[in-house]
């Protein structure tokens, strides 16, 4: 498998995230300031129903916090992983255990070996992509936290005249 195919295209971003409606994020923080919980915020306010998987807290979000997928009593359609990649074949064998659709790698996490054995095994795989950006790009949430907002433009500042 080549990074460019398992990073996903436009349409089979668009579906996967069109589709999902639970997301497991391995690894997900209680910092408000960590990307993971940024993330997870943003989709749960944008509609899906976040379940964290972190064994160091009980709750997060205001939602049951996981020890690991397999105590998860329901089905969760894309697992999201804020690990290591050295734990992302641990997490591909939990993430086919449960039957998830899609095991999705953030940003930086490349992993292709096991990539190719969760397309063997009939799971979605996406890596070095973030959720919430992707989210934000392919339906209109760009606007979160400054962009398209005014505050960030790509337009240069006119110095006034003196």
């Keep these: 498998m080549k990074i460019d195919e398992a990073r996903g295209d436009f349409k089979k971003l668009k579906k996967l995230l069109s589709n999902a409606r639970t997301i497991a994020i391995v690894g997900l923080s209680k910092n408000w300031a960590r990307p993971s919980n940024f993330a997870a915020k943003y989709m749960q306010n944008h509609g899906y129903k ?11 979000l205001g939602e049951k916090c996981y020890r690991s997928l397999r105590e998860i009593p329901f089905e969760i359609d894309v697992v999201d992983c804020f690990r290591k990649v050295e734990e992302i074949p641990a997490i591909l064998e939990e993430t086919s255990a449960i039957k998830a659709k899609c095991l999705w790698m953030q940003l930086g996490i490349i992993d292709l070996v096991s990539a190719r054995k969760a397309v063997d095994l009939g799971i979605e795989v996406i890596v070095d992509r973030c959720v919430k950006i992707e989210h934000a790009r392919l339906f209109g949430g760009l606007n979160y936290c400054g962009v398209n907002t005014r505050v960030i433009s790509s337009k240069r500042h006119q110095s006034p005249q003196r």
Excluded: L
């Excluded at 976040?50 to 009980?58: D, E, K, L």
């Design 50 to 60: 976040i379940v964290p998987v972190n064994p160091g807290y009980t709750e997060i």
